[in-house]
């Protein structure tokens, strides 16, 4: 059963509606056949239409599942969003055009379908030649391979970079972002201040998004750090959990419902990514957005874990 608010969102402006929060694809692959089709299923049933891989998500094998479940549900595929991302090799990171080109080639085939609805580069090349990047999105734009195109943990500088040679729009930034995790955020609060939380990492990045129509993919909505795990019921996050059992009961959703709404009660509509493998999980995670936290709510959670605003 759908939740009752859920809404699609026009991804960077593009045209292409889909759903305010996606599925992570990258823990896919340790599920088996039977589980996986269950999870997809549920996704889909919930009103969820984009799913997010990348060529390096259990070395391929995410894809590969995701395109044996298309094949055995014929139909589905026009009904859904594919994303996927390229660029990161063994040990180092490629964006020459043949990389590229290689890359979502071989993504076709393990999701076994003749395009994807969007190409990230995965992370930035500091050897990526714009050219290069332009000649790769235009050959596969023209043989229908890719309908559209963004990037993913790329600065302001680096976008501007792409946006001066590519022929095609970005339409998408995918960057960590969460409670815990919101750099994006405490620039913008500590602007001209005298403390790290000022350092301008990102060029400004959420502005920027919104004045440019590119939206912002969150990724690690629930997660500390990758050494931490999930800020849910870590004692390390004390403050935050006690918050978030309070809008908990308040709003009668699950603590994890409650930290994603605090990512979509942004203006920005930024777009969490949730990598959960579990049906029921999911579906107490979409229950967010019949929420919208009030304006204090959303101010304690992120003062929560220890920060204080100037």
Known sequence: MKPDNIKPINLGNSGLLVSPIALGCMRLSALDEKDFSELIKKAIDLGINLFDHADIYGRGVSEEKFGNFLKKNKGIRNKIIIQTKCGIGKGYYDLSAEHIINSLEKSLVRLKTDYVDI???????????????????????????????????????????????????????????????????????????????????SGGMLDYARLNNITIQA?????????????????????????????????????????????????????????????IHLAEIIAAVNIELERQEWYNLYLSVGKTLP
């Open 119 to 201: 190409l990230l580069l995965h992370r930035p090349d500091a050897l990526f030649q714009p050219e290069a990047i332009r000649a790769a999105f235009n050959k596969l734009y023209r043989d229908g391979k890719v309908r559209y195109f963004g990037v993913s943990n790329m600065n302001v500088p680096q976008i501007e970079l792409l946006k001066k040679h590519l022929e095609q729009r970005l339409i998408v930034n995918q960057l960590q972002f969460s409670i815990v995790h919101a750099p994006i955020i405490d620039e913008i609060f500590n602007f001209n201040m005298a403390n790290d939380l000022a350092v301008n990492r």
């Open 219 to 279: 990724w690690s909505v629930l997660q500390a750090s990758w050494k931490e795990g999930t800020f849910i019921e870590n004692p390390k996050y004390q403050k935050l959990n006690d918050e978030l059992t309070l809008l908990s009961r308040k709003y009668m959703v699950s603590k994890a419902a409650i930290a994603v709404n605090w990512i979509l009660r942004h203006p920005a509509k930024i777009e969490p990514i949730v990598g959960t493998t579990s049906p």
